[in-house]
């Protein structure tokens, strides 16, 4: 070997050793962001069915407020049935 072909041998071994840390990020970042978008699609189906779930027992709102409005016909009754003498 001639005098700089000596010293170049830790800047090839220090350029291998940077393109394999490259490699490695890019392999690191695509496989997250193939997690995030996998993450991302099932949040979206949850959502969805969580909407689905919010729409189903909407009803059980209403059926709270009758039940109030039932319990206070119930005592109106009881009192005026009290009135009544009964």
């Known amino acids: 070997m001639n005098e700089y072909g000596s010293h170049l ?8 050793i940077g393109a394999l840390v490259v490699v490695v990020v890019v392999i690191l970042v695509g496989t997250l962001l193939a997690l995030a978008s996998r993450i991302n699609s099932q949040l979206r189906a949850a959502a969805g069915e969580l909407e689905a779930t919010r729409t189903t027992t909407q009803p059980l709102v209403e059926l709270d407020r009758t039940n109030g409005t039932l319990q206070s016909i119930l005592r109106g009754a009881r009192a005026a049935r009290k009135a009544l003498g009964g």
């Open 9 to 16: 041998g830790g800047w090839w071994a220090g350029l291998i």
